[in-house]
């Protein structure tokens, strides 16, 4: 049955409704969607890192597939799988990421993200969100809740890494139309 026509299913719809918009959403409160973030990226900047201990942005979008494939996994019945080794979790990538591997990854991320709402499509109402996930203490409530929360959380850090390593590369201070305490520029506009 699909999800669309069961009056049984108002959260579910309502998750699948912050899933889309957290994802691919042109107006969502909180600011760029995943996919608006991820917009203009180039593969050089996707694999650069900031500093050896953070992530890379490429590190980041295989993160937040490896979490919906998990998702799926579970809501499939896999009480085994799971991604507790840091190469499942955030991938083990090559130090230079090129054009293919770049699309690659963005394309692993959209299929996840179909994958994981043609599941929940296939739910008949909301008693399935009050099920625990296989291996965990939590329900499936909790985890789709927990990607939405996740999405937003590392969508902030991509635009972090963005604007970061742009200034990093160019070499530049942060600003560049108004001083700092140590003498460089600020641009206003250039800052959010």
């Known amino acids: 049955m699909e999800t669309a026509n069961n009056p049984n299913n108002d959260e579910l719809l309502r998750i ?18 995943v996919a608006g973030a991820m917009r203009d990226l180039t593969p050089d900047i996707v694999g650069r890192r900031l500093t050896p201990n ?17 998702c799926v996994k579970k809501m499939q019945g896999d009480g085994e799988f799971d991604i507790l080794t840091p190469e499942k979790n955030f991938g ?38 009050e099920e625990i ?18 999405d937003t959380y590392h969508t902030g850090q991509i635009q972090i890494l963005k604007k970061a390593l742009a200034f990093s ?21 250039d800052y959010y």
Request: hydrophobic share 35%; glycine share 6%.
């Open 133 to 150: 996930v296989p291996g965990r203490d939590y329900t499936y409530y909790d985890l789709l809740h927990g990607i939405i929360n996740h």
């Open 54 to 70: 953070v992530h890379t942005i490429a590190e980041l979008v295989f993160h937040m597939t490896s979490w919906r494939i998990f």
């Open 169 to 189: 590369h160019a070499g530049t201070s942060r600003f560049a139309d108004e001083d700092d305490e140590f003498g460089g520029k600020f641009d206003r506009e």
């Open 16 to 33: 699948i409704d912050l899933l889309n918009t957290t994802y691919e959403g042109e107006e969502a409160w909180h600011g760029p969607s």
């Open 92 to 129: 083990q990538l090559p130090d230079k990421i090129d054009d293919f591997e770049w699309e690659a990854l963005q394309m692993e991320l959209s299929l996840s993200q179909e994958e994981l709402i043609n599941e929940l499509d296939k739910r008949d109402d909301d008693e399935f969100l």
